[in-house]
């Protein structure tokens, strides 16, 4: 069983920057970690990802703004936001994926507000 603990959300003006972390604890091995995001009204959509070798994957939305890092030993993912735009606000939710199944954070709301 792995449990998700996101962290880092809140209030940034537009411009502004937010670091999320999302720390899964488990005796368990990590392929894939993720970040989606959910609108109000909208589908949650995929922002980045990263495998257990690094290599990532951003919606194009986001890219250049947003970087998605790992630890594997800590079995943490991170999201580095900056060039924050209201457009980004939304719930962010975590995912990472294990042998058997993936797992989701319980959410962590960013809103980009002047």
């Known amino acids: 069983q792995v449990q998700l603990v996101e962290s880092g959300g809140g209030l940034v003006q537009p411009g502004g920057s937010l670091r999320l972390s999302c720390a899964a604890s488990g005796s368990v091995f990590i392929y894939d970690m993720g970040w989606y995001r959910q609108a109000p009204g909208k589908q949650r959509e995929l922002v980045a990802t990263?495998?257990?070798?690094?290599?990532?994957n951003y919606v194009d939305s986001v890219k250049g703004r947003f970087t998605i890092s790992r630890d594997n030993a800590k079995n943490t993912v991170y999201l580095q936001m900056n060039s924050l735009k209201p457009e980004d606000t939304a719930v962010y939710y975590c995912?990472?994926?294990?042998?058997?199944?993936?797992?989701w954070g319980q959410g962590t709301q960013v809103t980009v507000s002047s």
């Open positions: 995912n990472v994926a294990t042998f058997t199944r993936t797992y």
């Open positions: 990263i495998t257990q070798g690094h290599s990532t």
